[in-house]
C-alpha cells in the first residue's frame, strides 16, 4: 500500500517521511511485541507504517493534520477511523491505546508531554522523535525534560535511525523511543513537582538557592550550591515535601 507521489511534504508542518519499509517493519514488530489491543498513530502521513501495522490489526486511529493525506488515508484504509486533526487540539479518550508516531520534530515535545500527563497514558507509547532530544527524554545527563518525563514514565532508545531513511532527509539523526508508563509518584502532586523542576531551572548555570530564591521552596544548606542538574528527581521530591 502507499500514496500517489503527488503528495508532497510540507516543510511548514515539519514532515519528513520514512521511507525504508524494512526498517520501518522493524520498528512495526517491535511496537506489536507488545501486544497492543488498539493502536493510536500521531502523523500517519503517508501510511507507510500504517499499512504495516494494518496487516496485522485493524484497530487503528489515525490522527492527521494535513487534510489532503487525512482524505487519502482515508481512501486507502476505508475501515479506519481517520481524525483530521491537530492532535494537540484533542481530547484524549480512550485509555487502552497505545500511541505511535513518527513525529514532526518542531512539536515532538508537546505532544509527547500531552500523552504523558494524559490519564490515557496506561500502556508503553512508542515516538520517532529528534536524537538530541531523545537523550535528554532518556535524562543521559540529568536536564528538565527528562526529570518531568521521569515523574511520569521509564524511557528506553530503542533504535539510532540515520537521515537518510527519511524523505526529505532532516539533518540531524533520530532515535525510536519507547516511553513506559509507572505510578512510582502517585502520591506526590506532580503539578507541584514540575512546577519545583521549571522554577530550579530557571537558570540551568545558577544555583539552586539563586533560582529559588523568593519562593517557599526550602534547601538545606549542602543543596543551595548546587546546580539543578546535579540533583536527582528522588532529591526534587525531598525538597517538594518539605516546603
Avoid at 57 to 70: H, N, V, Y
Avoid at 93 to 100: I, K
Avoid at 104 to 109: F, G, H, L
Avoid at 146 to 156: A, P, V
Wanted: proline fraction near 5%; glycine fraction near 4%; aromatic fraction near 10%.
Amino acid at each position: 500500500m502507499g500514496f500517489q507521489s503527488r503528495l508532497k511534504p510540507k516543510r511548514s508542518l515539519g514532515q519528513n517521511f520514512f521511507n525504508n519499509k524494512s526498517l520501518a517493519q522493524h520498528i512495526v514488530n517491535l511496537v506489536l511485541e507488545t501486544t497492543p489491543t488498539h493502536i493510536t498513530e500521531i502523523g500517519p502521513g503517508k501510511g507507510v507504517f500504517t499499512s504495516l501495522f494494518y496487516v496485522t490489526t485493524k484497530k487503528i486511529s489515525l490522527i492527521e493534520k494535513d487534510s489532503s493525506f487525512s482524505d487519502d488515508l482515508q481512501l486507502l484504509f476505508k475501515d479506519l477511523s481517520v481524525h483530521n486533526q491537530d492532535f494537540l487540539e484533542i481530547d484524549l479518550v480512550n485509555s487502552d491505546t497505545t500511541y505511535f508516531g513518527s513525529l514532526p520534530y518542531n512539536a515532538s515535545k508537546p505532544i509527547i508531554k500531552k500523552i504523558l500527563t494524559s490519564k490515557t497514558f496506561t500502556n508503553p507509547a512508542f515516538f520517532i522523535i529528534q536524537k538530541e532530544v531523545a537523550d535528554k527524554y532518556a535524562n543521559k545527563k540529568t536536564n528538565q525534560l527528562g526529570l518531568i518525563r521521569e515523574i511520569y514514565s521509564d524511557c528506553k532508545i530503542l533504535l539510532t535511525i540515520k537521515p537518510g531513511n527519511f524523505k526529505p532527509k532532516p539533518k540531524v539523526m533520530s532515535s525510536f523511543v519507547k516511553f513506559t508508563p509507572h505510578n512510582k509518584y502517585h502520591n506526590i502532586d506532580k503539578v507541584q513537582l514540575e512546577t519545583l523542576i521549571l522554577n530550579s531551572f530557571n537558570q540551568p548555570r545558577k544555583t539552586l538557592k539563586n533560582n529559588l530564591k523568593n519562593t517557599r521552596y526550602q534547601l538545606l544548606k549542602n543543596e543551595e550550591s548546587l546546580r539543578p542538574s546535579q540533583l536527582s528527581l528522588n532529591q526534587y521530591v525531598l525538597i517538594l515535601n518539605r516546603s
